[in-house]
């Protein structure tokens, strides 16, 4: 794994409980075969109960902040509980990037 993927594991598991968490580079897909810049990630967790989808993607995002400010430019989220993983147990494929980069100047 590399260090983007490390660090953003890192926050991201200092930040909930989980019961399952993956973290897919998906920069390849992107254009950007050794720039670790687009992300996938699954987040399992019991603190998502009750709560609504962005209220969920508001905790991945302020746990990657940093990462969202800096090296990370694209960042797919898929949040659910344990027994919605246990009905789902598969996220979704990330959408065709619209192309753009913080490092080609085009956001």
Known sequence: MHATAELLQQRISEALTVTHLEVINESHLHGTP????????????????????????????????????????ALA?????????????????????LGGSKLDGHN
């Open 34 to 73: 050794t720039d670790d810049s687009h992300f996938k990630v699954v987040v399992v967790s019991e603190a998502f109960a009750g709560q609504r989808l962005l209220a969920r993607h508001r905790q991945i995002n302020a746990a990657a902040a940093t990462l969202l400010a800096g090296p990370i430019h």
């Open 77 to 97: 989220i898929h949040t659910y509980t344990p027994d919605e993983w246990q009905q789902q147990s598969q996220a979704p494929d990330s959408p065709e990037c």
